[in-house]
């Protein structure tokens, strides 16, 4: 059966198509809830979305959590970029020495009868400048862990070990154990 | 006819209740949706407001909107300010020199038949340190225009000034004008 992914980012579906392949863009503009909760979020947006489209259906929500600033952007990750971008971030961490951070994804997945949650983590730290121009968001000031590069100066990296990347790959293993899509780019992935 | 003022926000409260004496509080914690429209957010909390007390009521939503941060923290100052404080509204605008900020305050009140909204709006500029402790929240970065001082400093000239007097203000002359509340208190703020 068809899965979609609902959502209004082109570049979130882009990644999610790169790394599970087999799944159709629900365009879907949702006004979230405000919460400090990505589950939350993601439970709510997604009962939403499958009133609308009526067909299995997954969100996403993510955030950077960065330890120094209380966890700040967290779940208003994607409002905050537009308000003071990587530079903004950059400058409240100046002078700081502590930069730990962690990128969180959760995935809401509803195919009308119950509701999956899947959960993504990739930790590292914040760059001390942006760096590469391969992802978005906060992708160019962001090192993973055990890693020099940030995600902006390698996509490939960031498809192998993100907080979308891991929680993508619980959604897929979730399908294929349920016998709910099969396909070959899936076991793939799956076998990684 | 007694009026209630639903806010979490013992502060808020107690200025209100500075300002135009005869109100009581309605104990109200709710989860307001993410809009970058004071007056949506107001709107919406008011209607679930009234249906909880099914008396008069108002709720008000408050924003710091910083010219040169495009608006933030805008609608989500609250939440900005318990994730990185006025020290980090002060690290964000280190070496800008257009520090043009302004309060923005809309209250919703509803008597059960209608909901009218009351803005208030004060402009001025963000300080280059924390000054005062008479105020909550930006109050001690906030110095309104013509001033030297920040609210933080003179809890007087905010109650005189404020954008949350203003619409406070606006507020009382509805009900005056209304007949839906007559005291001693809000005839002597009118003519101000």
């Known amino acids: 059966m068809q899965v ?4 209004s980012n082109k570049n979130k579906y882009r990644e999610a ?3 599970i392949g087999n799944v159709k863009r629900f365009e879907f503009n949702h006004i979230e809830i405000r919460s400090d909760s990505l589950e939350e ?3 709510e947006a997604v009962k939403v979305a499958y009133t609308k489209i009526k067909k299995p259906v997954f969100v996403e929500d993510t955030g950077l959590f960065i330890k120094s600033l209380n966890g700040f952007p967290g779940t208003y990750s994607g409002w905050v970029f537009k308000k003071i971008g990587n530079k903004g971030i950059l400058k409240l961490l100046k002078g700081i020495k502590k930069r730990g951070a962690e990128f969180r994804t ?5 195919d009308g009868t119950r509701i999956k949650t899947f959960f993504g ?5 914040i760059a001390v400048n942006e760096r590469g ?3 978005f ?3 160019s000031i962001f090192i993973p862990e055990g890693y020099k590069y940030t995600f902006g100066e390698s996509k490939s990296l960031k498809n192998k070990l993100s907080h979308r990347y891991n929680s993508l790959l619980k959604l897929s293993r979730y399908f294929k154990k349920n016998k709910f899509w ?4 899936v076991r793939d992935i799956i076998k990684y």
């Open 121 to 125: 983590v990739c930790k590292g730290k």
């Open 106 to 110: 959760c995935i809401a997945f509803n």
């Open 41 to 43: 979020i993601a439970i």
């Open 137 to 139: 968001g906060y992708d």
């Open 182 to 185: 099969e396909s070959q780019h």
């Open 133 to 135: 121009k391969q992802g």
């Open 4 to 7: 979609y992914f609902a959502t």
């Open 17 to 19: 198509k790169e790394i």
